[in-house]
């Protein structure tokens, strides 16, 4: 009776987080990110390495989600594919170099590549940030075109421009600082607009940094959160119980019955 009731014991409720974001990281390292117009603590610095500073800190803060890192100059390059090991990402950008994939800006193509890779992922979670400081001058997709590309893959893209204040110059007599840059802030933003992501302009370490705050806000890592209480079925005990008593009864009655069958027996002997 007992057992046929099916009884249950139920443990204490246990997280689980909801799978994250499917996030890509399209990072510019062509030669124009040599530019030491941003600073790092109070050192002047050069963008890709502020880029690898701030950039790491958000990699860092992605729990849940799997990360993916395209470096892109005249050529786009995947590194790591999408992966949960956060300190590869980083690992691999930080070795990242200036000139790496050459000295031009294919934005273009770093979109498409990372199209392709995120096209197979559900399509809540295809996230792209890239990251440049130039217009696209290489590579064998127009930049809005590939945008088109992503919108139909449901791939929402966010563009960080970088740069856009004095450039700093290296000459015989120090640094030297002029006005100008070949960011691009119209495609950046038609990119962003196709594809149903935003535009954000940094020229400073501490715009950089609230634009990755901002992205964490607009992409949270973990969406939500559900539990479960682990169940174990009790039928087994009182099942165990009844076995083993049957089992006794069996093994008491073996005697008796071998008793009368040797009873039955004496009669026809004595005959």
């Known amino acids: 009776m007992l057992a046929a009731a099916g009884h249950q014991w ?5 997280s689980l987080p909801v799978s994250g974001r499917d ?3 399209a990072v510019d390292v062509s030669g124009s990110m040599q530019q030491e117009d941003y600073r790092l603590g109070n050192r002047p610095a050069n963008r890709l390495d502020v880029v690898k500073a701030v950039a790491g800190r958000f990699i860092e803060r992605r ?11 005249s050529r786009a390059y995947l590194q790591p594919p999408l992966t949960y090991d956060r300190d590869t990402v980083r690992t691999m950008l930080d070795d990242s170099v200036i000139g790496l994939a050459g000295r031009e800006t294919a934005i273009g193509d770093a979109i498409a590549l990372a199209v392709k890779r995120l096209e ?3 399509e809540d979670n295809r996230v ?14 127009a930049p809005l075109d590939a945008a088109r590309l992503a919108a139909r893959a449901k791939v929402r893209i966010y563009t960080i421009g970088i740069g856009g204040g004095p450039v700093g110059v290296r000459s015989p ?12 802030p119209a495609t950046l933003k038609a990119i962003a607009e196709e594809t149903g992501g935003r535009y954000f302009q940094a020229t400073g370490t501490a715009q950089l940094e609230q634009v990755y705050d901002e992205l964490d806000r607009l992409e949270p890592s973990v969406r939500d ?3 479960y209480r682990p169940m174990q079925s009790l039928f087994m005990w009182p099942a165990g119980v009844s076995l083993l008593i049957s089992l006794g009864l069996a093994a008491g009655a ?14 026809d002997h004595a005959a």
């Open 225 to 227: 959160q559900r539990s």
């Open 10 to 14: 139920l443990g204490e409720p246990v």
């Open 254 to 267: 073996l005697p008796r019955r071998a008793r009368i069958a040797q009873t039955r027996e004496v009669p």
């Open 128 to 141: 792209l940030i890239l990251l440049t400081d130039g217009a696209n001058t290489a590579g064998n997709i």
């Open 173 to 184: 007599f120090g640094m030297l600082l002029q006005h100008g840059s070949d960011l691009d």
């Open 120 to 122: 197979q992922q559900p």
């Open 23 to 25: 996030l890509m990281l």
């Open 63 to 73: 729990e849940g989600d799997r990360l993916g890192l395209i470096l892109f100059g």
